[in-house]
Nanobody, 123 residues
Framework: QVQLVESGGGLVQAGGSLRLSCAASGRTFSNYAMGWFRQAPGKEREFVGVISWSGSRTYYKDSVRGRFSISRDNAKNTVYLQMNSLKPEDTAVYYC????????????????WGQGTQVTVSS
């Protein structure tokens, strides 16, 4: 089992930045690729990005590439989502997830999930 806890969400104006954190406990964190997903009201959960076990490779949804950046610190069992140039359409609950495939973009490819953290971007 891997337990994941997200933090860092909040209210920010358009154009601003936030950094989300996801702290992991349980099984060896560095064995897992870590993904970020989000779910806006009335919409399905969607893939945002993923980072490989070592942190050397990342992959992003087109609409966030260049604005969002994922990093991880395996010594601290934590993965981060740095979000810059935020837009109102980025408003959602953001989830981190642990899985085996660093290129996985579907939620069913991930084994463990956090509870989510709300990000609200005002215009």
């Amino acid at each position: 089992q891997v337990q994941l806890v997200e933090s860092g969400g909040g209210l920010v104006q358009a154009g601003g930045s936030l950094r989300l954190s996801c702290a992991a406990s349980g099984r060896t964190f560095s064995n897992y690729a870590m993904g970020w997903f989000r779910q806006a009201p009335g919409k399905e959960r969607e893939f945002v990005g993923v980072i490989s076990w070592s942190g050397s490779r990342t992959y992003y949804k087109d609409s966030v590439r260049g604005r969002f950046s994922i990093s991880r610190d395996n010594a601290k069992n934590t993965v981060y989502l740095q979000m810059n140039s935020l837009k109102p359409e980025d408003t959602a609950v953001y989830y981190c997830a642990a899985g085996q495939n660093y290129r996985a973009t579907m939620d069913y490819d991930y084994d463990y999930w956090g509870q989510g953290t709300q990000v609200t971007v005002s215009s």
